[in-house]
């Protein structure tokens, strides 16, 4: 089913994994939006075991996929593989949609046959979506400069996204294999094989955990964000023009872990965290090893956070130093 007389049918396709209470606020923020003209099929993917993830996507009429195989990319792909609408749109169970989403995103596509996707703003918040900034990007970029924007640390949320249904097929399913920055992956294929757009809606309450509070996740990505970046910088070098303008851009996509790592060591450091902290230089080493050495001899932030490590007082003192 894809276009009837009457309305546009979209299908929104939801990964989640044993968060039964932001799975249901993430539902309810996408059933807010439907209107006579808008439906959504929401296909909900669940590669988890709470049984209320399922109660949650029945009490919002989505249809209920199980996944075993973990990852998210598995359970978007679940819901990729039955979506019947002429769209697709993601949100992740932990984020919600605003009001103003989808609709803009159709008008462009509408009024230019030619794109196949959509991108939207974010907006960044708390775990209880206290706002955190401004909506971003404040402007949007298309074609070649898209690409390059998107392997020099510019990551269009996927809930901010609208794709052609014909356009998700052709580019084909998420990688199961990443179990990281697989969101990233896809939209650069579809960046890199189709036209795509951009419309400056904010689109999507985009929830951040606390700063230094995901180190392992953060180490497990790191892998995963420099196989997606080689698997498409190293295409479009005519896209950079210099390879030097690779190195920069592989600095400017990594430098949000190595920055991340940073920030954890010195506060660890600062509230006597010794292992905590001496496990967050070994992050930021793994990231950049040469700029870490520099840091650690020259930059007053990581030196302190290092001298905690081993005189506690002295961190404490020297962590805070800008």
Known sequence: MGVSASFTLVSVIVPTRDR?????????????????ALKLEILVGDNGKDAASRAAAEEFGAIYLPVERAGAGAARN??????????????DDDDVWLPENIANHLVQMRARPELDAVFGQIVTTDMELTPAGQPWPEAGVEGDKLVQAMLSGYYPQLGATTVRASAAKAVGLFDESLLGDQDWDWQLRIARRRKTGFTPTPSVLFRQRPAGSFDKLRLMRLGFARKVFLRHALPERGVFGHPLAIVKSYTL???QYFDYFVDAAVTRSAEGDRGGALAAIG??????????????????????????????WTGKRSAGAV
Do not use: C, N, W, Y
């Open 283 to 312: 992050g930021a080493f793994r990231v950049f090893p040469g700029r870490t050495i520099f840091h650690l001899a020259l930059k007053p932030r990581l030196r302190g956070a290092a001298l905690g490590v081993l005189t506690p």
């Open 253 to 255: 996509t990594m430098r």
């Open 78 to 91: 679940a819901g990729l593989k039955v979506a019947s609408g002429e769209f697709i749109a993601f949100l």
């Open 20 to 36: 039964p209470a932001l799975l249901r606020q993430a539902l309810a923020s996408i059933r807010a939006i439907e209107t006579d």
